[in-house]
């Protein structure tokens, strides 16, 4: 028997997050998760499978991805990157308020928004408060985590050579769907 997706069909998930169709030139069908993220890989705007899968995987696991994502070209990472991810690792490995909020400020003071501090800020913007902790609470929502993973990984591609870019890209999805499909 195959996993259950969070999402089985690619209109389950537009249905779950109207901002998903703000953030990808495809548009919603019946087609099985996994298949329409394949066909986004192989049409004319590939980094629609990358933001698809954002929204396919559950806020941690999503994060997680990222950060795997952005790991695989340390070349391509500064310092601020580095601590960005390893703040988004923490929060992953042992997901408490805490980690969650030391990502989210972090995140949130850091001058330049690099791919890193975009997997920081998904990792803060997973749940609870958003506000600072003197202010009222103001809730994170939902399609948060997967905006910012989605901008991490794309602003990372942007740093990738243009002849590897396609490979890269490719890895960064199918690493996604695998995640999607033992999640």
């Known amino acids: 028997m195959a996993p259950r997706l969070r999402f089985n069909t690619a209109r389950e998930l537009f249905e779950a997050f109207p901002t998903a169709l703000q953030d990808m030139k495809a548009r919603p069908n019946d087609e099985p998760s996994i298949a329409f993220c394949r066909a986004q890989l192989a049409g004319k705007v590939p980094e629609?499978?990358?933001?698809?899968?954002a929204y396919l995987l559950p806020r941690r696991v999503a994060v997680w991805w990222g950060h795997e994502c952005l790991s695989q070209l340390p070349d391509l990472l500064d310092e601020q990157d580095r601590r960005m991810l390893e703040l988004a690792r923490d929060w992953v490995s042992e997901p408490e308020e805490e980690r969650r909020y030391a990502a989210l400020t972090e995140g949130m003071a850091a001058r330049e928004k690099t791919p890193g501090v975009w997997l920081a800020l998904a990792a803060g913007w997973s749940g609870g408060s958003i506000a600072p902790r003197d202010a009222e609470p103001?809730?994170?929502q939902p399609f948060f985590?997967?905006?910012a993973v989605n901008a991490g990984i794309l602003f990372m591609l942007a740093r990738v050579p243009m002849a590897d870019r396609s490979a890269v890209l490719s890895g960064f999805v199918e690493m996604g769907i695998s995640l999607a499909e033992t999640s």
Do not use: Q, R, Y
């Open 138 to 140: 103001v809730p994170s």
């Open 48 to 53: 629609d499978a990358v933001t698809f899968c």
């Open 145 to 147: 985590t997967p905006k």
